[in-house]
């Protein structure tokens, strides 16, 4: 069987303030900016890998979800609970150095993990956790 990730869904509450964290500090392509009813969906993803995106969604598009849920997931966004995505590197430091650069809330600088990676995490601006792991 052969079946890969095409693409995750991260949410986002200030469609510019992701778009300039994915795209200008991460240095990801902008590959969909989709408008609907008011809100926006941005796919993106990194250069060379058009096979696979990420893409950034308003949280609360689902009409399934109740005023309850919408409140409950707000809530978590902004406790950071909610999302998050695991990406690599081949160059961490430099790429952490960027996040710095870049204005990047840190929630972690570059670590050497007991479990056998070394990694660092930090939160895009809805508050989703991304962690960024060396590869070596």
């Known amino acids: 069987m052969d079946i890969t990730i095409h693409a995750s869904f991260l949410p986002h509450d200030d469609p510019d303030a992701s778009l300039a964290f994915y795209r200008d500090t991460l240095g990801f392509e902008v590959r969909n900016d989709a408008g609907y009813a008011g809100m926006r969906w941005i796919t993106v993803g990194p250069p060379g890998q058009p096979d696979t995106s990420i893409v950034l969604q308003p949280p609360v598009a689902d009409p399934g979800v109740t005023d309850d849920e919408r409140r409950?997931?707000?809530?978590?966004?902004?406790?950071?609970?909610?999302?998050?995505?695991?990406?690599?590197?081949?160059?961490?430091?430099?790429?952490?150095?960027?996040?710095?650069?870049?204005?990047?809330?840190?929630?972690?600088?570059?670590?050497?993990?007991?479990?056998?990676v070394r990694d660092c995490a930090v939160r895009d601006p809805a508050g989703n956790l991304i962690r960024i792991q060396e590869l070596r």
Do not use: W
């Open 72 to 116: 409950t997931i707000v809530e978590m966004m902004a406790k950071g609970t909610y999302a998050g995505i695991v990406l690599s590197t081949d160059d961490l430091d430099s790429i952490f150095e960027r996040l710095r650069a870049g204005g990047a809330e840190i929630s972690q600088e570059p670590t050497e993990q007991p479990y056998g």
